[in-house]
């Protein structure tokens, strides 16, 4: 489903801008789509001085009017999902400390939970503001065993619905392709067409799961063992240095079908080429 909320808004005082503000104000009662946004320049770095005019947002080919516009850093509710199968083995320690400075990186009203996975995918930590308990969580369990990735993955978006933040991700690092779980690659699209949840991955291997990440409006790494913390960093940086948009959809059917989003962008001066990442769509709400 979208997420929605009522927002508390503020109006520009320029005459004609048609845009509310997200900072500090007034209420206004209004049922939105809200959709987060990264941009990145052609070598990944964050583009964060966007105004609401660089923006376009379609739904179903038809533009929307953006309604709501704020660069504000949010909380996040975050999942760790960690592969600790054998095929991992000579890159675990290297692994967990590029975890490990992931969540050095956060906010004081950031959760965090962690899966490991092999065989099996299970909850090693349940949500927590304390990153020292899942660091050592983190240090407990050796690679072995089969590697249950869409299994991991269906856990942690069934988890992450219960974070208390408004924002909600997982974080993938792994290095193999699926080879052990009851639920397959459509399960895990489909489940994703249904959440509000972006996937970043740090791909070690042949993961193979990029597509999924990039339709949530995250991103798949592609690194070697050197490139772990930097990697790590840049995630970090993307989520928190996020536009989010907001829009009253025109389509007012209530029908329960899927309706894809597309976001386009004007590149500031001096930048050419610039990527734009959103969540593919959503379902709107039925009768």
Known sequence: MARRGKVVLIVLLLAGAGVLYAQK????DIDLVMVNVAVTDSDNHVITDLKPENFQLFEDKVEQKIQYFS????PLSLGIVFDVSHSMEDKLELARAAAVRFLETG???DEYFLIEFSN???VAEDFTTDISRLRDQLSLKSAAGATALYDAVYLGLSK???GSNPKKALLLITDGEDNHSRYSRSNIREFLRESDVQIYVIDLGRALIGDLAEMTGGHSYHGSLDDL???CERIAQQLKSQYVLGYES??????GKYRKIRIKTTPPAGITKINVRAREGYYSAGN
């Open 25 to 28: 104000s007034i209420k206004v």
């Open 71 to 74: 660069t504000e850093v949010a």
């Open 107 to 109: 906010t004081p009203d």
């Open 120 to 122: 099996q995918a299970e």
């Open 160 to 162: 992450v619905k219960a």
């Open 229 to 231: 913390e930097d990697i």
């Open 250 to 255: 025109t389509n007012t059917n209530k029908d």
